[in-house]
């Protein structure tokens, strides 16, 4: 299901979320945050999922998945829709210049996006993203002591000219089956893969080393069994490259 105008002017700000965990350090330094577009309502939609559900087995890969709502009048409202995914593809839009506000879209790495469902489109997007030598160029690690969570991030390197950007903690749902009952996919089951259930900004990252502890008691919510930590470059009103990330499970 491709865009219409109206999609280019959908609004919204974008949230904070949170999570549970266990000690266990994530693995540094992937090569891609790869982040779907999606929606129960898109006739197009679960093969792009399912290539989702493929590259989260990656671990040089970190797969996001944020479904969208603005299909919900075609007679299914998505039961993981959330309007600030919404409002975060629309900021890439605009961050680009074009209209292109569409799924299911994946974008890659802050900058390139595609047609969720064209495999080798996302992986050409992987490889050309890595080109530009500040995408993923900043370490990213986060682990679990007591009743927190702790996230450290590098310092740039020294030719890096982003010096600024923002630091977030997604709680993640690994998969998630939802029977749809009307609308496109009526009669269908589909399996959705690293969904993000909430965010939280855990602070502003100025290109220097820093690290943060986030309270477990602000971020535990049922469902959610892994986390992402990213840094990116600019802000959730003007998101940019990603520079860093990390991913962990948390059972």
Not at 100 to 128: C, F, K, L, W
Not at 131 to 160: E, F, I, R, T, Y
Not at 222 to 237: I, L
Request: proline share 4%.
């Amino acid at each position: 299901m491709m865009s219409r105008g109206v999609l280019s002017r959908l609004s919204g700000a974008l949230g904070v979320c949170a999570l549970v965990a266990i000690s266990r350090p994530a693995l540094a330094e992937p090569r891609a945050v790869v982040e779907l577009f999606t929606s129960q309502g898109c006739s197009s939609c679960p093969a792009a999922d399912e290539i989702l559900g493929d590259l989260s087995k990656d671990p040089s890969i970190v797969a996001l998945s944020m479904p969208i709502d603005y299909w919900d009048y075609l007679g299914w409202k998505d039961t993981l829709a959330d309007n600030r995914f919404t409002a975060r593809q629309k900021a890439y839009s605009q961050m680009r210049g074009d209209r292109d506000v569409y799924t299911p879209q994946v974008i890659v790495n802050g900058s390139a996006h595609v047609i969720g469902s064209d495999r080798e489109a996302i992986e050409r997007s992987v490889r050309d993203t890595r080109k530009n030598q500040d995408v993923m160029s900043v370490p990213v690690s986060m682990s679990v002591s007591g009743s927190q969570l702790n996230v450290s991030v590098a310092s740039a390197n020294g030719n890096h000219p982003s010096d600024h950007g923002e630091i977030w903690i997604c709680a993640i749902s690994k998969a998630v089956p939802i029977a749809i009952g009307r609308g496109e996919n009526s009669g269908r089951e589909v399996i959705y893969h690293n969904v993000v259930r909430s965010w939280l900004k855990v602070g502003d990252w100025t290109g220097e080393a820093g690290t943060w502890a986030v309270p477990m008691e602000n971020i535990a919510h049922n469902g959610v069994d892994a986390a992402v930590v990213y840094v990116q470059d600019g802000n959730r009103e003007k998101p940019g490259a990603m520079l860093g990330a990390a991913y962990t499970l948390l059972h």
